[in-house]
């Protein structure tokens, strides 16, 4: 109950002369039909969005591995098989992830290079 009188308390009643709210099913298209899809965007993402994303990323990086560089100062010295050398921790790491990093492209070059030879012997034998 409410204690606003121009709101009826009760269920509300159709006059005769008021049409016959519709069932779900007869609304017209507008009213049930939800958008069919959202607005195209009118900026595409571009290679050169992706080329700008990415050098912001690279640049963060860097800047992340200057700040690991500079707060391990501390020399150490690194024995590789007849090499010795002298090398702060931070450039000692670095350059052993580095290391690293490329151990891991060779690999997977080499993995490409006989997948693409397997492929090109099969696409062969099949034609």
């Known amino acids: 109950m409410t204690s606003d ?7 509300l009643e159709s006059t005769p002369g008021d049409p016959a709210p519709l ?3 007869d609304l ?3 009213v ?3 958008p069919a899809s959202r607005p195209e965007n ?3 993402f571009t290679r050169a969005a992706a080329l700008w994303s990415s050098l912001i990323i690279g640049f963060l990086i860097l800047i992340l591995l200057l700040v690991f560089i500079m707060q391990n100062t501390d020399t150490t010295t690194v024995h590789f098989l007849a090499w010795q050398a002298s090398l702060p921790v931070g450039v000692a790491i670095l350059l052993s ?3 690293g990093g490329l151990l ?3 690999v997977g070059t080499a ?3 006989q997948l693409r030879r397997a492929a090109k012997k099969n696409l062969k034998a099949g034609l």
């Open 23 to 25: 069932p779900p099913a």
């Open 28 to 30: 017209p298209d507008e």
């Open 111 to 113: 993995r490409i290079v």
């Open 104 to 106: 891991t492209v060779a």
């Open 42 to 44: 009118a900026v595409k």
């Open 97 to 99: 992830a580095v290391g």
């Open 5 to 11: 009188p121009s709101v009826p308390d009760g269920p």
């Open 32 to 34: 049930s039909a939800a």
